[in-house]
């Protein structure tokens, strides 16, 4: 099996996103997303493709990088155990940080291939509608795809995070079997 960059990030975020809606593990979830975000994060910066991520990185703080936040505390602690091998060490894994990673690889993803499978679309949607403050108020394009959002996810941001999930597993089940969505040219397969 020869497997592509950017085919590798496609099945790991399809993956990722699936698992999230499925209320599947936080770990895998994270560990998938931001495997993905190396991967698209590197291609989005060698094509020249104007990311979230190179967006993210113009308003951290000085002597900070977008690479820390995303391997620190977790995701080297879910590789890596050279540097403390003590089985019983720990690391508080927050679910906002699964959806934060989750949609920073998804958003990249989508900018770079300007579309992507429906599990990347329906996820970029959902996670706009739960944290619409996460939008940037002058930004056009993403004012528009909050008004996306709020269509297909009405009133979601005021319901607890189990009942955001399931609506998301709910409506990623329904757009999968969206003939119209499917034949979008802007639509990629999922695996």
């Not at 590197?42 to 391997?71: I, M, W």
């Not at 930004?139 to 996306?148: K, R």
């Not at 597993?169 to 079997?177: D, P």
Request: proline share 5%; net charge negative; hydrophobic share 45%.
């Amino acid at each position: 099996m020869l497997v592509t960059k950017i085919a590798a990030v496609r099945r790991q975020l399809v993956t990722a996103i699936r698992l999230f809606f499925d209320g599947g593990d936080p770990v895998s979830v994270y560990t998938l997303a931001s495997n993905a975000w190396e991967i698209i994060d590197v291609l989005c910066t060698n094509a020249g493709v104007d990311s979230f991520s190179k967006q993210a990185r113009e308003n951290l703080p000085r002597g900070h990088t977008l690479t820390y936040y995303v391997n620190q505390p977790c995701r080297n602690f879910f590789k890596h155990a050279e540097q403390d091998p003590n089985p019983e060490s720990s690391v508080e894994l927050r679910e906002d940080n699964v959806a934060a990673i989750l949609f920073l690889a998804v958003e990249d993803y989508i900018r770079f291939r300007e579309g992507g499978p429906v599990e990347a679309q329906v996820f970029q949607l959902w996670f706009i509608a739960v944290f619409p403050e996460k939008v940037a108020e002058g930004d056009q394009a993403a004012q528009s795809i909050l008004e996306s959002a709020r269509l297909v996810f009405p009133g979601i941001a005021s319901l607890a995070l189990s009942h955001q999930i399931e609506i998301g597993r709910q409506v990623l089940e329904a757009m999968r079997k969206d003939a119209e969505l499917a034949a979008d040219p802007k639509t990629e397969p999922s695996l």
